[in-house]
Structure formats: structure tokens, C-alpha cells
């Protein structure tokens, strides 16, 4: 099993529809959480960043932490033509002083005008 | 204006060269990564540096080489040695060493073969 799971879609939406990207993993013990969005050509730029199980939201987005299932989720509430990027779930734990990073394949997603 | 700055964005490799990839910051982070994207698949990290003149091998560090002389400077080279070097690169700081910061990204070098 794969540590983390990320549906790479492409997936397709109107403009104004509310996106849910997910990732599950297998690692009890990542902690940290992250969602990048990656523009074609850019590098990832960090979207949200969460620790707890539960919700944050910051503008459109809420990302969503579920421990006990080890589930996430990133939505996009009213989404535009500029959302259009593949988004990348990231988890991270420290362990023996070290950091360990593990990326999703990212989800490509497209807002239609 | 803070951020990471890599270059080039475009570089061509002839066969039998090494090639050198510039990653500078001026965040005042610690640490910094050399990432390896390609199509379809995660980020796969090449190598790491958490302090000055220390680094550490990451998953694919065969035909790589790095050198952190300077906090603001991780400069990675592709050998000769990297037999499918065609990649998007990504440079990456983050302040401290531990998972409770999270990492911040440049804007890639594209490497490709002549």
C-alpha cells in the first residue's frame, strides 16, 4: 500500500462549482499537513498548512483533516478559471530528529469560464 | 522581496557534460532540498542540507552531487553519471529542520538533453 494516495483526475469543473480534492494515507504517523498548488511551468506554492484533525479555512479554501481515517481534503468554494492548476497533498512527521516528507502525484484540476 | 530563486529556467545537456543548478534564498532559512518532478509521478527528493557544509542523500542521489558552502546557496550538479537527467527541478527551504514548518518552493530549472 502506497503511503499516500492521490487521485491524479484530470478533473473538470464550471466556473462557481465547489472543488473537493482528497488523499488518504496509511502513516499514523504523519502529523503535518499540507495542500501546494502547482501552476504549469511553477513551482508549488503552499496553499494551507494544518496539524490537528478538523477544519481551516483561509478565503475559498478549507482543508480538512480526518486522523482516524486518514483522510484530507482541500475545497474550493466559488471557483474560477485562475484555480486551474494540479494541487499536491503533502504529509510530514519527524522522526529520529529527521523530517519525513511524502507527496501526493497531485490532482489536475481545471475550471472551466 | 523574499523568496527562492532558482536558475536558469531552461538548461540543455549535452551528453558526458555536468551541469550545475543555481538555488539561492534569502528567506534566512535552514534547511534546503533539491526535488526531482516528473510527469505522473510525486516529488522525489535528491538531496538535503540542514545546516552549513553538511547534506544528506535523499531517495534518488545517484548521479547528483550538492555543496551547501553558504546558509543562502544549495547549488545541485548533474553528472555525467545520471543517465535520464530530462526533469523538472525544484529548489526548496524551510525555516528550521523539524516537520512543523512547512516548505516553500522556487520556480524550477528544466533540464533536458541535446
Known amino acids: 500500500q502506497k503511503e499516500v494516495e492521490q487521485d491524479p483526475g484530470p478533473l473538470s469543473v464550471p466556473e462557481g462549482a465547489i472543488v473537493s480534492l482528497n488523499c488518504t494515507y496509511s502513516?499514523?504517523?504523519?502529523?503535518?499537513f499540507m495542500w501546494y498548488r502547482q501552476y504549469s511551468r511553477k513551482g508549488p506554492e503552499l496553499l494551507m498548512y494544518?496539524?490537528?484533525?478538523g477544519n481551516k479555512e483561509d478565503g475559498r479554501f478549507t482543508a480538512q483533516v480526518d486522523k482516524s481515517s486518514k483522510y484530507i481534503s482541500l475545497f474550493i468554494r466559488d471557483s474560477q478559471p485562475s484555480d486551474s492548476a494540479t494541487y499536491l497533498c503533502?504529509?510530514?512527521?519527524?522522526?529520529?530528529?529527521?523530517?519525513?516528507?511524502?507527496f501526493g502525484k497531485g490532482t489536475k484540476l481545471t475550471v472551466n469560464p | 522581496d523574499g523568496g527562492i530563486t532558482q536558475s536558469p529556467k531552461y538548461l540543455f545537456r549535452k551528453e558526458g557534460q555536468n551541469v550545475t543548478l543555481s538555488c539561492e534564498q534569502n528567506?534566512?532559512?535552514?534547511?534546503m532540498y533539491w526535488y526531482r518532478q516528473d510527469p505522473g509521478q510525486g516529488l522525489r527528493l535528491i538531496y538535503y542540507?540542514?545546516?552549513?557544509?553538511?547534506?544528506q542523500k535523499g531517495d534518488i542521489a545517484e548521479g547528483y552531487s550538492v555543496s551547501r558552502e553558504k546558509k543562502e546557496s544549495f547549488p545541485l550538479t548533474v553528472t555525467s553519471a545520471q543517465k535520464n537527467p530530462t526533469a523538472f527541478y525544484l529548489c526548496?527551504?524551510?525555516?528550521?529542520?523539524?516537520?512543523?514548518?512547512?516548505?516553500?518552493f522556487g520556480d524550477g530549472t528544466r533540464l533536458s538533453i541535446l
Open positions: 494544518t496539524y490537528s484533525s
Open positions: 503533502v504529509m510530514s512527521t519527524t522522526q529520529g530528529g529527521s523530517e519525513k516528507l511524502v
Open positions: 526548496a527551504s524551510k525555516k528550521g529542520t523539524g516537520g512543523n514548518q512547512p516548505q516553500h
Open positions: 542540507s540542514q545546516i552549513v557544509n553538511d547534506f
Open positions: 528567506l534566512n532559512h535552514d534547511a
Open positions: 502513516n499514523s504517523a504523519f502529523q503535518y
